[in-house]
């Protein structure tokens, strides 16, 4: 829904994602995708918030992932969340930090260079995923550093679908080719 515009249906649908993730993870607090799905999915929701709703939700997102990632070092996902994360929060405004500081005891505030640890680690354990790839060329693209997005937008382009994002992810990323030639 998100991909496709459908921005008040996708927060319907993510709410139910947050109670069911959550559910998941309090019947099975042993397994780390539980917290993969709720890191996921309060990332998600994230992007529905603002301000201080926003800040206290990457606080979740950031824990939760840091807790899939030490259960199962293996999941490229909880690296995936934790490169859009740092990105994400390597972008966070004066005032934003102030509140995260001030009322959750800091949020990390994130570096590209730490989003591109993250997207390098999840690549080094898949190295065909597409989501990684095109993140990673996100970060690139705040960086200023035209010739690595370039070569991870390439990549998305060459590498096979395996789910429904990653159809999107090609679509945006032929896009930004595009953009960047001209």
């Avoid at 939760?64 to 994400?88: H, S, T, V």
């Avoid at 010739?147 to 679509?171: A, G, H, M």
């Amino acid at each position: 829904m998100l991909e496709l515009k459908k921005l008040d249906d996708a927060e319907v649908y993510i709410n139910k994602t947050v109670s069911t993730a959550e559910l998941l993870q309090s019947i099975y607090p042993d397994s780390a995708l539980s917290y993969t799905y709720l890191a996921l999915s309060y990332g998600n929701i994230a992007m529905f918030k603002g301000g201080r709703e926003k800040i206290k939700y990457a606080f979740k997102v950031k824990l939760n992932a840091e807790k899939a990632m030490e259960m199962n070092p293996e999941d490229i996902y909880p690296y995936i969340i934790l490169g859009i994360y740092n990105r994400e929060a390597a972008n966070l405004n004066w005032f934003e930090k102030l509140f995260a500081k001030s009322f959750l005891g800091g949020v990390s505030e994130g570096t590209y260079e730490e989003s591109k640890q993250m997207f390098n680690k999840s690549l080094s354990i898949d190295h065909d995923i597409i989501i990684a790839y095109y993140n990673l060329s996100k970060t690139y693209d705040k960086l200023n550093d035209r010739k690595n997005e370039i070569d991870c937008l390439n990549r998305v382009i060459q590498l096979p679908v395996r789910n429904f994002r990653d159809k999107y992810s090609k679509i945006k990323a032929a896009k930004k080719l595009d953009e960047l030639k001209d």
